[in-house]
Nanobody
Framework: QVQLVESGGGSVQAGGSLRLSCAAS????????MGWYRQAPGKQRELVAG???????NYADSVTGRFTISRDIAKNTVALQMNSLQPEDTAVYYC?????????WGQGTRVTVSS
């Protein structure tokens, strides 16, 4: 079973930046997909950014140009660099990994952006 541990959340003012990191217990190159999701209070969990095994990335329209997903295969980590943060980015952010038709989730890390 893959274990995912997020870090890097916190509180920041609008316009600021945060970097989230997700450490996987297994070789991330074995994952078909890894991504960052978020869930704001009262809203459904949504995909923010993802990266495939081949290194292709995709982003939600709301974060395109502000967020960047990257991975370090040697360290088995996936990061989410978040710039120009806005109050609407406030949510719990979850790391996700898909392997052999099974989805794995981290415990989540909270991001709060104040105006």
């Amino acid at each position: 079973q893959v274990q995912l541990v997020e870090s890097g959340g916190g509180s920041v003012q609008a316009g600021g930046s945060l970097r989230l990191s997700c450490a996987a217990s297994e070789n991330i190159f074995s994952m078909r997909f890894m991504g960052w999701y978020r869930q704001a209070p009262g809203k459904q969990r949504e995909l923010v950014a993802g990266i495939s095994r081949d290194g292709l990335t995709n982003y939600a329209d709301s974060v395109t140009g502000r967020f960047t997903i990257s991975r370090d295969i040697a360290k088995n980590t996936v990061a989410l660099q978040m710039n120009s943060l806005q109050p609407e980015d406030t949510a719990v952010y979850y790391c996700n990994a898909a392997q052999n038709r099974v989805n794995y989730w981290g415990q989540g890390t909270r991001v709060t952006v104040s105006s």
